[in-house]
């Protein structure tokens, strides 16, 4: 594989797969993770990415709602989607939770953004 395919690789794996994205430094060390971890999902048929029936992505006017947002993009969209599965859960979800898929700062302004009064 060459070095233009591997950000799409990345994105692979996080939005199709529903992995969790981990910092490697080359194509050889992330091929080799990814083999380690199918090998250890393998040992639970159910818990395999590959074998796993993919979720439907969420209509075309969600997601552009969600990226309304302030500071959520296509590809946050698209986590918090799958994580959250509805903007209603995702506006009730707390802060705590919302760290899990984005990060800190991200997740206090959204919490901010869901809380304020109009």
């Known amino acids: 594989m060459s ?7 990345q994105k692979f794996v996080v939005l199709e797969l529903g992995m969790a994205l981990l910092p490697v430094s080359s194509q050889m060390e992330a ?3 990814i083999i380690q971890l199918v090998h250890e999902q393998t040992k639970e048929r159910n818990r395999n990415p590959f074998l796993r029936k ?3 992505l969420s209509e ?14 296509k590809m ?5 989607l799958q994580e959250f599965a509805s903007i209603q ?9 919302l ?5 800190h700062t991200l997740a206090e302004k959204m919490h901010i953004f869901f809380t304020q009064t109009r």
Request: some cysteine.
């Open 60 to 73: 075309s006017s969600v997601l552009q709602t969600v990226q309304q947002i302030p500071g959520v993009g």
């Open 99 to 103: 760290e899990q898929v984005v990060g």
């Open 89 to 97: 859960k995702l506006c009730n979800t707390s802060v705590q939770e």
């Open 31 to 33: 091929s080799q993770l």
């Open 76 to 80: 946050t969209a698209l986590l918090l």
């Open 54 to 56: 993919k979720l439907p």
């Open 3 to 9: 070095e233009q395919y591997f950000p799409a690789v």
